[in-house]
């Protein structure tokens, strides 16, 4: 079974701080992705990986950055973290493939809190 | 904007009716569809999904619709169940890799 892990369920910060959000699937999945949900909003896409050292926008990277060194651990990383950063984290994986079927594997998310 | 639009917040249906929930998109270039369900304090697991050349996928209790023409899918749960209480996200791809969310569905099945 694929698993997707994230390193913390539930985290509180300051404004200012800086914040590490860490996850790793044991898939050997070529991609990884980045996303927030909020209340109405859906999941929106902050950050996605294609391959290690590889990084791409999404749609709301703004206040974010990100770091892929190896395949299976893909880094979301708040520089200055601020309270309209307070969300749900989730990371995804998939594997590259030419069939359509592009499921991403979800980890179970990080509830941050920013204060 | 989004491009996936779930406009029905919530739905409440009793245990053994059915559950429909509906999605509209704006993207032509969309070619694979997908469901996912979500637990509180849990991440999205996959549901069922279509590509853009079929109209209906079924799975068990699940059965997804797509109208292409309309830039619309839907999907039914017959019979809904307790279990099936959770947030019901609809997605799209277009050969990116990358999925687009809706919103979101909260359904609440009824005993």
């Known amino acids: 079974d694929v698993k997707v892990t994230q390193s913390s369920r539930y985290l509180v910060k300051r404004t200012g701080e800086k914040v590490f959000l860490e996850c790793v699937q044991d898939m050997d999945h070529e991609n990884m992705f980045w996303y927030r949900q909020d209340p109405g909003l859906g999941l929106r896409l902050i950050y996605f990986s294609y391959d290690v050292k590889m990084k791409e926008k999404g749609d709301i990277p703004e206040g974010y950055s990100v770091s892929r060194e190896k395949k299976e651990r893909f880094s979301l990383i708040l520089e200055s973290a601020s309270t309209n950063q307070t969300s749900m984290y989730l990371c995804?994986?998939?594997?590259?493939?030419?069939?359509?079927?592009?499921?991403?594997?979800f980890g179970p998310g990080t509830r941050l809190t920013v204060l | 904007d989004q491009q996936v639009k779930q406009n029905s917040p919530s739905l409440s249906v009793q245990e053994g009716r059915i559950s429909i929930l509906n999605c509209d998109y704006t993207n032509s270039m969309f070619d694979y569809f997908l469901w996912y369900k979500k637990y509180p304090a849990e991440g999205p697991t996959f549901l069922i999904s279509i590509s853009s050349i079929k109209d209906k996928n079924e799975d068990g209790r699940f059965t997804v619709f797509l109208n292409k023409s309309a830039k619309h899918l839907s999907l039914h749960i017959v019979p809904s169940q307790p279990g099936d209480s959770a947030v019901y996200f609809c997605a799209a791809e277009s050969n990116d890799y990358k999925l687009s969310f809706g919103a979101g569905t909260t359904v609440t099945v009824r005993a």
């Open positions: 995804a994986s998939s594997p590259r493939t030419t069939s359509l079927n592009n499921e991403q594997f």
